[in-house]
């Protein structure tokens, strides 16, 4: 019962926000009270395990071992970058976030505009097109791991067409192209809805005005939908990018890194070595490049976004 | 008006949510306990497996109606994650009291301190094949109840009708005879894949299987003499020599880069001419082809034919609060007839002789004798030190991407160099 009038109060301060603020001290703690939860999870969750990993990753910690973690300098980013498999896995999903990044996101608009139309039956589509966004992704990677198969779905229906596909997943030049085609598929869903709610945000007097002033359809999106659009573009923008970086679960169910490193990544690599092969501190090294690395696009990301905020 | 009180409700909801979410969290802290009140959990990697999961769940049963004192719990999990939460749960000291563990892991995980050596059970294990015993250090961490051996699967009308001799224990087939072998088969055009050597199967089946061929050739994962470097035996011109062969089998057309998922399956369906796997298959196989069907010993690739040795064993953990009730059940489990059921249900090789008597297949003359034999001439242990766990994923990657077509003499001297470097940060084991 505590919960829902600390809600209430929560839900009277978000609506007073704009009235010069009264009796601030109450809500001041109500606030805190309301912190409180998320702060420690992300606490607890968060911060503790980024703090262990910036200790651990100068040393030589094992999972399993009665020996004493020793602090070793900076030998494990020197091993790492004399570790061929982390610069394939770099590369590997540099191309990844680089490619599904537009991919993703220009298919996601198609569709959102597609279901936007005043029709009968786009409920039904949008309901087909989020399905694989409620679909595990393991399910779905099982699923695709079949069709990609030598003589699987895709390649029977490629045969139709006189084309002798691949072996999707067995061969390194297909295998991560295989990949994103299959996560931007899966993802695609979810930004679709994203940017259903953005188109929907932009009012109809617009369109109306710019029918008035003759354009066709292609100025109406160039010039009312897209800048309508800005807030939800930096918004998807950044939530392909982070998990795009975040690539693992496909990867480890359906090709583990292989073949030949082809379809390694930076955080299955760092799985592998944290936990099959036991090694902590370098797997924090790892974590710890990786986060540097995140934290350097998410930069490059909040200024490219504050610059036209500004504007 | 409507919008507001939608708001408010969803508020509301969020807000009920996230102490429900903490509590969930704190309940999933504290669900497994060592031994408590005479309780003891048992982990066992067999949730996928039937019938090895009611062979042991029978043992567990008559366990605890034999006496009052102590109850054994089972969790099953599914083998492909069964490592990892051991070890996940190890970091945490949350180990159960019993656990059964991978042959080669025993002395990584004994070496660690989180098994405890099985004090008191020497006299009933003295009668144990020595392969299904895990040791480290002097000490016997844990037995197993079964092993199981390598073969080529075939059937007696696929040679005949190539004209291919079938070998036997004293005279397997020479490397040239069996290459010769797989090439006619391939001429003839009427099987997918002449050689079947399930690279489908994941996990721990890449060393246990194929570091065999490497030995077989006179190669080794690592040096034994005191396992401090992979120099040589990993990397050496034998262990080339195996890597060139290996990914020719592919190159040749003589073994799919990648199996089907059910390589048995295939196998029995006539898509394959010759199976390489473990003598679970032999069931399967026999009902498909009947006396037809024959289990030939692998080839001799230059060393004589080599097959793994060890397979799962149980244990007991170092921080289980009643070790004296989980030596009990141990002692207990121990017995022959329990060997012989297990072994039976699981169609395994028993560990015992006593236990082989009383298997169907495995008296004397029995069908199922040269698994035996196989076990007792060919098997060799996967390397006995800590650093295996390591050793193992090292091997699985270079064999696949050596598979792949990667250059074998690189791909080699990196695995050698990853190897070295983990046996020296762990001042090699000592």
């Known amino acids: 019962m505590t919960t829902i009038t600390a809600a209430e109060n929560a839900s009277a301060v978000t609506g007073r926000k704009r009235e010069p603020v009264k009796g601030s001290r109450s809500s001041t703690t109500t606030a805190l009270l309301m912190l409180l939860p998320a702060g420690i999870l992300l606490i607890t969750f968060l911060l503790i395990p980024i703090g262990l990993t910036f200790g651990l990753a100068f040393t030589n910690a094992r999972l399993i071992s009665p020996r004493p973690a020793e602090f070793i300098g900076v030998d494990n980013f020197v091993r790492l970058f004399a570790d061929d498999t982390f610069w394939a896995s770099l590369r590997n999903t540099i191309i990844f976030a680089a490619v599904i990044v537009p991919v993703q996101s220009a298919c996601a608009l198609g569709l959102a505009l597609l279901v936007n139309v005043k029709m009968r039956g786009t409920n039904f589509f949008r309901t087909v097109y989020f399905l694989p966004v409620v679909t595990s992704m393991v399910v779905v990677s099982m699923l695709w791991l079949f069709m990609y198969q030598k003589n699987g779905l895709i390649n029977q229906v490629l045969l139709k067409f006189g084309i002798d596909g691949p072996d999707w997943l067995g061969d390194p030049h297909t295998a991560l192209l295989a990949i994103i085609l299959m996560s931007a598929w899966q993802a695609m869903g979810f930004h679709m809805v994203i940017w259903l709610s953005g188109l929907q945000t932009i009012p109809g007097e617009l369109y109306e005005a710019a029918e008035l002033d003759g354009a066709g359809n292609w100025e109406k999106f160039r010039y009312v939908t897209w800048p309508g659009l800005r807030a939800t573009r930096t918004f998807i923008l950044i939530t392909i990018t982070i998990s795009a970086f975040a690539l693992f679960t496909q990867v480890n169910i359906m090709t583990q890194g292989g073949p030949l490193d082809s379809t390694s990544t930076v955080v299955l690599m760092a799985v592998r070595t944290g936990f099959q092969q036991q090694q902590t501190g370098y797997a924090s090294a790892i974590s710890l490049v990786f986060f540097v690395l995140v934290l350097a696009v998410t930069l490059v990301n909040r200024y490219v976004t504050r610059d036209k905020d500004a504007r | ?430």
């Open chain 2, 1 to 430: 008006m409507k919008l507001t009180t939608t708001k408010r409700v969803a508020v509301g909801l969020l807000a009920a949510a996230l102490p429900l979410s903490m509590a969930a969290c704190t309940k999933g802290g504290s669900s497994s306990s060592g031994g408590a009140g005479g309780e003891l959990t048992m982990w066992t990697h067999n949730a996928g497996n039937k019938a090895e999961l009611a062979a042991i769940t029978n043992i567990v049963n008559d366990y605890n109606k034999s006496q009052t004192k102590y109850k054994v719990k089972i969790q099953a999990f599914p083998q492909d994650s069964y490592n990892q939460s051991v070890v996940a749960a190890a970091a945490s000291k949350k180990l159960p009291c019993i656990l059964d563990i991978d042959g080669p892991n025993v002395p990584n995980w004994a070496w660690a301190g989180y098994l405890a050596p099985l004090d008191g059970l020497d006299a009933a294990l003295s009668k144990y094949l020595p392969t299904v015993l895990g040791k480290w250090d002097n000490k016997t961490y844990s037995y197993g109840y079964y092993d199981v051996a390598l073969v080529m699967v075939t059937r007696k009308t696929i040679l005949d009708k190539y004209g291919i001799r079938v070998p036997t224990v004293d005279q397997p087939w020479t490397k040239d005879e069996f290459t010769a072998a797989l090439k006619k088969i391939k001429a003839s055009g009427d099987f997918a894949n002449p050689l079947d050597i399930a690279t489908s199967f994941t996990g721990e089946w890449w060393p246990y299987a194929y570091s065999p061929m490497l030995q077989s050739f006179g190669g080794d994962l690592i040096n034994r003499d005191g396992y401090k470097t992979a120099e040589g035996s990993l990397n050496g011109p034998k262990a080339v020599e195996w890597a060139t062969w290996f990914r020719s089998l592919v190159t040749d057309g003589l073994v799919p880069l990648k199996s089907g998922a059910d390589p048995a399956k295939d196998f029995i369906n006539g898509k394959s001419a010759i199976l390489y796997n473990g003598t679970w298959t032999a069931v399967d196989t026999r009902k498909a082809f009947g006396k037809d069907t024959l289990f030939l010993p692998p080839p001799d690739l230059g060393n004589g034919p080599k097959i793994g040795g060890g397979s799962w064993q149980w244990g007991i953990s170092q921080n289980c609060s009643d070790q004296a009730g989980a030596l009990d059940y141990m002692k207990f489990a121990a017995q022959d007839k329990y060997v012989a059921s297990v072994a039976r249900d699981t169609n395994n090789i028993p560990a015992t002789d006593a236990a082989a008597a009383q298997v169907k297949g495995y008296e004397k003359g029995g069908e199922n004798q040269v698994f035996l034999d196989y076990a007792k001439k060919f098997a060799v242990l996967r390397p006995v030190t800590p650093g295996y766990p390591f050793i193992a994923t090292e091997f699985t990657k270079t064999a696949q991407d050596i598979l792949n077509g990667a250059d074998p003499k690189t791909a080699l001297d990196q695995a050698v160099k990853d190897i070295d470097a983990n046996q020296k940060s762990n001042g090699y084991f000592q």
